[in-house]
């Protein structure tokens, strides 16, 4: 079920080595934040739609790990 996140970790790192890890780790949180607000409206209007907008989330979810490393690294 967390194959959002895991789609991201490590194109996570690469984008914030390349972009900037404030500016991967921000829109990281911003689609992180948007999915969730989604979440209840998703959950009452079906289950494939909840299913979807929570791969969302662990989109935005899997930058936030290797965008936090590369800013603490530097």
């Known amino acids: 079920m967390c194959r959002g996140y895991l789609a991201t970790q ?3 790192g690469v984008w ?6 404030k500016r991967v780790l921000g829109l990281g949180v911003a689609w992180w934040s948007v999915s969730t607000v989604l979440t209840p409206l998703a959950a009452r209007t079906s289950l ?4 979807a907008v929570r791969a969302c989330m662990g989109l935005g979810e899997g930058v936030a790990f290797p965008a936090t490393n590369s800013l603490l690294s530097k």
């Open 10 to 12: 490590m194109v996570g």
């Open 48 to 51: 494939p739609l909840l299913l």
């Open 16 to 21: 914030a080595d390349k972009h900037g890890a």
